[in-house]
């Protein structure tokens, strides 16, 4: 899923001038203007943070409703009522909107991504059974011969969208399994992107996609994905039982478990060296990669105990401090996902209040206030990043968005409204 961090506005507007030019049919309006109107004041809309919301307004709420909530805090209902404004009519929500403050039209852009982590938020919060309901009806309707999901509607099945959606289902109690088009589940379609532990490279990962010859290319964005989407986990997961390190074995038909655990022992061998993920973009240096290493925490945690998460963690308690004030609300989320996967605190998570600080970027939750351990220096960071990016959106999410637009890609219920624990 997921799925994902750093120049979100700038990749998407790039995506969206090239899915204009190859999926007129499901892309939005070609000519938007970025700078339409000034950010409005961080929570006076009831969205989080200020950067442009055009660009991953429903993922970045969805992340930062989902934290909240998994931290006992009751989210303001402003914020909730934003992110239910953006139900189109079909029961989607879209990655893209021109305007966020009209009615979607024929010519929006919508997305299994932005919408599976949507039903996630609204059934957590709960209250929101009919939106929940309508978006998951949608899902349904969009899934593919193979048991997958694209990016968008007809697109190619990809590990990250087919396990976000698991999720989905997994949260309001839909068993995937049961979710089949032709005979063929969603796990079904997870386990083809799952690599041989006899694999030259990236044995045991999961991949994206196949590439144009049909090779299996180990992604680890797409692993930690993976690894929950076969565990049947959603966004929000707690740590499971601890197990010794995960060991990639192959089988003639692995299971999903076995696949999980296969995903786990490469992402441990990877951040095995530095503690982290890295990434590298347009010919540069690698950097680390903090989003997709909190991911690879949660994955982690949740397929052999907090303690197979020990060392990635204690890295992005000790480094992750500044990217997050500069990335923003979905950064804060992230974090706070990863902490309550392992049992650490988010309220002393490396010195910071990752608590206080998501909800200083937002409207006051219900029933309180900022706390005033959101120090100025965490305000003024998000601040700072509020002109850059408040995006959660990891690197390969973008080149699978841009991979899904290259190639021209274009629950029953019944009203269930009370809070459901993830």
């Not at 192959?250 to 990434?279: C, I, Y």
Request: contains cysteine.
């Amino acid at each position: 899923m997921n799925v994902r961090r750093r120049s979100s506005a700038a990749a998407l507007a790039a995506i969206a001038v090239i899915g204009a030019a190859a999926a007129p049919a499901v892309a939005a309006d070609p000519s938007p203007s970025v700078s339409a109107s000034a950010p409005a004041k961080s929570g006076s809309s009831g969205l989080y943070g200020t950067a442009d919301p055009q660009y991953d307004g429903v993922w970045r709420q969805s992340l930062a409703l989902l934290a909240q909530d998994t931290v006992g805090v009751v989210p303001s209902p402003k914020a909730v009522q934003w992110l239910t404004g953006q139900q189109c009519k079909s029961g989607a929500f879209a990655p893209y909107r021109a305007d966020p403050a009209k009615a979607c039209d024929a010519k929006t852009m919508v997305d299994t991504n932005s919408t599976a982590a949507a039903v996630q938020a609204l059934w957590a919060v709960g209250g929101h059974g009919d939106v929940v309901e309508s978006a998951l009806k949608w899902l349904k309707s969009v899934q593919n011969e193979d048991g997958g999901w694209g990016y968008t509607p007809g697109g190619p099945s990809d590990a990250n969208s087919t396990s976000v959606v698991i999720g989905a289902l997994t949260a309001t109690e839909t068993d995937p399994e049961q979710v089949v088009k032709d005979g063929r589940s969603p796990y079904d379609a997870l386990l083809t992107f799952a690599l041989p532990c006899a694999a030259d490279e990236g044995a045991g990962a999961f991949a994206f996609q196949p590439d144009k010859d049909g090779k299996l290319l180990a992604n680890a964005d797409a692993t930690a994905a993976g690894v929950l989407g076969a565990l049947g986990k959603g966004l929000v997961t707690k740590a499971g039982a601890k197990s010794a390190a995960a060991t990639c074995a192959d089988a003639k038909k692995p299971t999903r478990e076995q696949a999980a655990a296969n995903g786990a022992a490469h992402l441990a061998a990877v951040v095995a060296e530095k503690g982290h993920l890295t990434s590298a973009l347009g010919g540069s240096a690698d950097q680390p990669d903090y989003g997709n290493t909190a991911d690879a925490v949660v994955a982690l945690a949740a397929q052999g105990g907090a303690d197979q998460a020990a060392k990635p963690l204690a890295w992005l308690e000790k480094n992750s401090a500044k990217w997050a004030a500069q990335s923003g609300p979905a950064a804060y989320a992230q974090l706070i996902l990863a902490a309550h996967a392992t049992g650490a605190d988010p309220r002393a998570f490396g010195g910071t209040d990752l608590v206080a600080a998501l909800n200083a970027t937002g409207p006051s939750p219900q029933g309180g206030k900022v706390s005033d351990s959101a120090t100025a220096s965490d305000e003024d960071g998000a601040k700072e990043n509020d002109e850059k990016d408040d995006s959660g959106f990891g690197v390969w999410w973008f080149v699978g968005v841009c991979l899904v637009f290259g190639i021209g890609v274009g629950f029953l219920l019944s009203g269930r409204n009370k809070k459901r624990q993830p």
